[in-house]
């Protein structure tokens, strides 16, 4: 399965308000969901400043906890973060 970005206001919002309560962000700080892997449970934020954060979900008990994430400033520093060291 592949990355969405059909993601609606309200599925938006639900998953907006843990990502707030479950870490260091603001809600001022999270723009907005850009996208979702469904049968990863890994969902990608819009952060106000231009970075992304991208989680995995997990589903225990109910709603959900976070597992730890991590910020890539951009896609180059993703990137070079998941380099091979035998392609350099």
């Given at each position: 399965m592949v990355w969405r970005t059909d993601i609606g206001q309200t599925e938006a919002e639900g998953l907006i308000r843990p990502l707030v309560r479950e870490t260091n962000l603001t809600a001022a700080e999270v723009s907005?969901?850009?996208?979702?892997?469904?049968?990863?449970?890994?969902?990608?934020?819009l952060l106000a400043d231009g970075r992304v954060v991208e989680v995995h979900l997990t589903w225990v008990p109910r709603p959900f906890e976070l597992t730890p994430f991590i910020t890539y400033p951009d896609l180059e520093a993703w990137r070079g973060a998941h380099a091979d060291p035998s392609s350099l």
């Open positions: 907005t969901v850009i996208a979702r892997r469904d049968d990863q449970d890994d969902v990608a934020y």
